[in-house]
């Protein structure tokens, strides 16, 4: 789908793929849609939106504030939506991939929540607290919508857990550098993660991409010698307080490491 | 009847493994190696050993007279888990994970906790077996339960205070499934209650099942027959599914569930899931939840922070869904009334989570009759709630 295709054009050009992730209403949702705006001007390849959950368990401290402040803003789904729907329109080549927790998405419905998503202009869902074996119904639900669902991987996913999560995944998988929580690092287990990766390949031929913990260029570059790209998220959270200018400078900057 | 299983690590449509991925190797190597364990004769003597000479089973039952003749229904018996030490039924599971932490070669835990039992209940067992313990509580809680904080790290525990969303038991069960996470190789999460991804609803209530095989036992000994209704207060429930476990087949048992209602089920501050919440899915599990229409967890409110989860265990979904078990909710003030009628009546000062089915017994034994008996599980004591009851009574009896 479109997400699988935004990678073919990818490399053609000798590119990985940059995927930037963030909060809408964080600090409020005019100025999260400005600065997912800057994130698409500054050339992310396919954008993370992330919706708030009350328990994001598989965040840390960054994110977990950016999900505490919308909440307290009163973000809702159709904030969410109205803000992708603006995106979308800005941007109608880039692939917008909704990240949220599963209750939200069951609660509000799985048919619902997918058909919303899609008529706003998503064309995937991410969904950290999913694993493979819990994903059937909302993969029925993604599936008769036209949406992909993206699993995660982890360093911690065995052989055959990696392949669960190949059958189930669309168009890429989500490899998390880290046993841990979302967060930017200082230092990545580079020969874990490329080990990590290389096992993938050998059983898997969607496009890998890996988050958690990448902070700056040249994190970006070292990944992307081995993974079809990577995912920035609490390093532009962490940002958003210095504007959208200094933000979609950073994204400028880490998309120059994808290039080859 | 709770083999009745639709899909593994399923009780009905309730329960299963919603983590994240990093998670899911060490569910499977839990689980796989509990199953293991758990047919392991030398793990169950160790364990029993522990119980019997350390915390002090078998608890006995006893038979609340002098309540009974206030109520003048119902024959009321108590088992007695309050005697237990560190006060309360949740050293059966601490004991018990903690052997397991041992027998998977993890030398770390950790664990959350609420109004600070079940942390202390880790420490004391993790001090035993010499394991390091990482204890996670929110900054509301312990500062409502300042003793306890003292008490955990005098038995050797690391208390880490949880300041993000609510600050509660929620929010520390969170900040523990993020360490987990991170440390997932060396370490293994203690969790107090009967929630959770599966297998743990599975093996806290194996560790808690315990209370009902020996309540049956004594109530036998004692009447020569089974009790009419079995009640339990009712949190994430383990205590109740404790006492209920070894009846469920014993389908003229009523097995009564109490939640706490707060300051009633209608002003929308309470934390009673079952009997005011909706279907979710929330740390690990598909359960019932207190959330708004959108799935985001409310806050709730109870006096006794025992209570205070805005989720139950799957299998009292399950137990609910099929009608085999009731619930019902009591208020804070309610709670109170029974906290000093069994001081006054029997000389026994209950924890206020256990307060709750103290009350609510007293209708139950009286709908009964004389002819009945009931069972309350008495799942802790009191002396905890002392600083808090006395403050709601002015200091006045």
Same mark, same amino acid.
């Given at each position: 789908? @479109?997400?699988?295709?935004?990678?073919?054009?990818?490399?053609? &050009?000798?590119?990985?793929?940059?995927?930037?992730?963030?909060?809408?209403?964080?600090?409020?949702?005019?100025?999260?849609?400005?600065?997912?705006? /800057?994130?698409?001007?500054?050339?992310?390849?396919?954008?993370?939106?992330?919706?708030?959950? /009350?328990?994001?368990?598989?965040?840390?401290?960054?994110?977990?504030?950016?999900? @505490?402040?919308?909440?307290?803003?009163? *973000?809702?789904?159709?904030?969410?939506?109205? *803000?992708?729907?603006?995106?979308?329109?800005?941007?109608?080549?880039?692939?917008?991939?909704?990240?949220?927790?599963? &209750?939200?998405?069951?609660?509000?419905?799985? $048919?619902?929540?997918?058909?919303?998503?899609?008529?706003?202009?998503?064309?995937?869902?991410?969904?950290?607290?999913?694993?493979?074996?819990?994903?059937?119904?909302?993969?029925?639900?993604?599936?008769?919508?036209?949406?992909?669902?993206?699993?995660?991987?982890?360093?911690?996913?065995?052989?055959?857990?990696?392949?669960?999560?190949?059958?189930?995944?669309?168009?890429?998988?989500?490899?998390?550098?880290?046993?841990?929580?979302?967060?930017?690092?200082?230092?990545?287990?580079?020969?874990?993660?490329?080990?990590?990766?290389?096992?993938? $390949?050998?059983?898997? /031929?969607?496009?890998?991409?890996?988050?958690?913990?990448? /902070? &700056?260029?040249?994190?970006?570059?070292?990944?992307?010698?081995?993974?079809?790209?990577?995912?920035?998220?609490?390093?532009?959270?962490?940002?958003?307080?210095?504007?959208?200018?200094?933000?979609?400078?950073?994204?400028?900057?880490?998309?120059?490491?994808?290039?080859? | 009847?709770?083999?009745?299983?639709?899909?593994?690590?399923?009780?009905?449509?309730?329960?299963?493994?919603?983590?994240?991925?990093?998670?899911?190797?060490?569910?499977?190597?839990?689980?796989?190696?509990?199953?293991?364990?758990?047919?392991?004769?030398?793990?169950?003597?160790?364990?029993?050993?522990?119980?019997?000479?350390?915390?002090?089973?078998?608890?006995?039952?006893? #038979?609340?007279?002098?309540?009974?003749?206030?109520?003048?229904?119902?024959?009321?018996?108590?088992?007695?888990?309050?005697?237990? !030490?560190?006060?309360?039924?949740?050293?059966?599971?601490?004991?018990?994970?903690?052997?397991?932490?041992?027998?998977?070669?993890?030398?770390?835990?950790?664990?959350?906790?609420?109004?600070?039992?079940?942390?202390?209940?880790?420490?004391?067992?993790?001090?035993?077996? %010499?394991?390091?313990? +990482?204890?996670?509580?929110?900054?509301?809680?312990?500062?409502?339960?300042?003793?306890?904080? #003292?008490?955990?790290?005098?038995?050797?525990?690391?208390?880490?205070?949880?300041?993000? %969303?609510?600050?509660?038991?929620?929010?520390?069960?969170?900040?523990?499934?993020?360490?987990?996470?991170?440390? +997932?190789?060396?370490? !293994?999460?203690?969790?107090?209650?009967?929630?959770?991804?599966?297998?743990?609803?599975?093996?806290?209530?194996? #560790?808690?099942?315990?209370?009902?095989?020996?309540?049956?036992?004594?109530?036998?000994?004692?009447?020569?027959?089974?009790?009419?209704?079995?009640?339990?207060?009712?949190?994430?429930?383990?205590?109740?599914?404790?006492? #209920?476990?070894?009846?469920?087949?014993?389908?003229?048992?009523?097995?009564?569930?109490?939640?706490?209602?707060?300051?009633?089920?209608?002003? %929308?501050?309470?934390?009673?899931?079952?009997? %005011?919440?909706?279907?979710?899915?929330? !740390?690990?599990?598909?359960?019932?939840?207190?959330?708004?229409?959108?799935?985001?967890?409310?806050?709730?409110?109870?006096?006794?922070?025992?209570?205070?989860?805005?989720?139950?265990?799957?299998?009292?979904?399950?137990?609910?869904?099929?009608?085999? =078990?009731?619930?019902?909710?009591?208020?804070?003030?309610?709670?109170?009334?029974?906290?000093?009628?069994?001081?006054?009546?029997?000389?026994?000062?209950? =924890?206020?989570?256990?307060? !709750?089915?103290?009350?609510?017994?007293?209708?139950?034994?009286?709908?009964?009759?004389?002819?009945?008996?009931?069972?309350?599980?008495?799942?802790?004591?009191?002396?905890?709630?002392?600083?808090?009851?006395?403050?709601?009574?002015?200091?006045? +009896?």
């Amino acid at each position: 789908m @479109e997400i699988g295709r935004k990678f073919e054009s990818l490399k053609e &050009n000798s590119e990985k793929a940059l995927v930037a992730y963030f909060m809408v209403g964080y600090p409020d949702v005019y100025t999260s849609l400005k600065i997912l705006e /800057s994130i698409g001007e500054g050339g992310a390849d396919i954008i993370e939106i992330g919706m708030p959950f /009350s328990d994001p368990v598989a965040d840390g401290p960054t994110i977990q504030i950016a999900h @505490e402040v919308a909440l307290e803003r009163g *973000v809702r789904f159709k904030d969410v939506l109205y *803000v992708s729907e603006k995106i979308k329109g800005k941007f109608p080549h880039i692939p917008l991939i909704l990240m949220t927790y599963y &209750n939200p998405v069951f609660r509000i419905g799985l $048919r619902d929540f997918c058909r919303k998503s899609k008529d706003a202009g998503i064309s995937g869902l991410i969904v950290p607290d999913l694993p493979p074996e819990e994903a059937d119904d909302l993969k029925e639900a993604t599936s008769s919508e036209g949406l992909s669902l993206v699993m995660l991987a982890s360093p911690t996913s065995h052989h055959e857990r990696l392949r669960k999560i190949c059958d189930k995944t669309d168009d890429m998988a989500y490899l998390v550098s880290v046993t841990g929580t979302t967060g930017a690092r200082d230092e990545l287990p580079l020969k874990r993660i490329k080990g990590k990766v290389e096992e993938y $390949r050998t059983i898997c /031929s969607k496009p890998i991409v890996v988050g958690f913990g990448i /902070s &700056n260029r040249v994190h970006v570059r070292q990944i992307c010698e081995f993974a079809d790209g990577v995912v920035v998220g609490s390093l532009l959270i962490k940002l958003a307080d210095k504007g959208k200018d200094a933000i979609r400078s950073m994204v400028r900057d880490l998309k120059e490491g994808t290039k080859f | 009847m709770q083999n009745n299983r639709t899909k593994k690590g399923y009780f009905g449509d309730f329960g299963g493994r919603f983590v994240p991925e990093t998670l899911m190797y060490a569910l499977e190597e839990l689980e796989e190696k509990y199953e293991e364990i758990k047919r392991d004769e030398s793990f169950w003597s160790e364990l029993n050993y522990l119980l019997r000479v350390y915390a002090g089973r078998p608890t006995p039952l006893f #038979f609340a007279k002098n309540l009974t003749e206030y109520v003048g229904g119902a024959k009321i018996y108590l088992k007695r888990e309050d005697l237990l !030490h560190t006060g309360a039924h949740k050293i059966n599971n601490t004991l018990g994970q903690a052997l397991l932490t041992k027998r998977i070669n993890k030398n770390r835990v950790v664990a959350e906790t609420g109004a600070g039992q079940h942390g202390v209940a880790t420490a004391t067992a993790c001090a035993l077996l %010499g394991i390091d313990c +990482v204890v996670y509580m929110g900054e509301e809680d312990a500062r409502r339960q300042e003793l306890n904080v #003292f008490r955990m790290k005098l038995l050797g525990a690391e208390v880490r205070i949880v300041k993000s %969303g609510s600050r509660t038991l929620k929010d520390a069960i969170n900040e523990a499934l993020r360490d987990w996470v991170t440390n +997932v190789e060396n370490t !293994h999460y203690i969790l107090g209650s009967v929630v959770g991804p599966h297998p743990f609803p599975t093996i806290v209530r194996d #560790f808690q099942k315990i209370i009902g095989e020996e309540t049956k036992q004594q109530i036998l000994e004692a009447e020569g027959r089974l009790p009419d209704a079995v009640i339990a207060c009712v949190g994430g429930g383990s205590n109740a599914i404790g006492i #209920f476990y070894s009846f469920i087949n014993d389908e003229h048992v009523r097995l009564i569930g109490v939640e706490a209602g707060g300051m009633g089920i209608e002003t %929308g501050k309470h934390a009673a899931s079952l009997n %005011g919440g909706s279907v979710g899915v929330l !740390h690990g599990m598909k359960s019932y939840f207190l959330q708004d229409e959108e799935g985001q967890i409310m806050n709730t409110h109870s006096v006794s922070a025992g209570l205070d989860y805005p989720g139950v265990g799957p299998e009292h979904a399950y137990l609910k869904e099929i009608g085999r =078990a009731e619930y019902l909710t009591v208020t804070d003030e309610e709670a109170l009334e029974g906290f000093k009628l069994l001081s006054k009546t029997e000389g026994i000062i209950p =924890a206020l989570e256990s307060a !709750h089915a103290v009350i609510r017994a007293v209708d139950v034994a009286r709908e009964l009759g004389k002819e009945g008996i009931l069972v309350i599980n008495l799942s802790g004591r009191g002396d905890k709630d002392m600083y808090q009851v006395m403050k709601i009574m002015n200091g006045k +009896v």
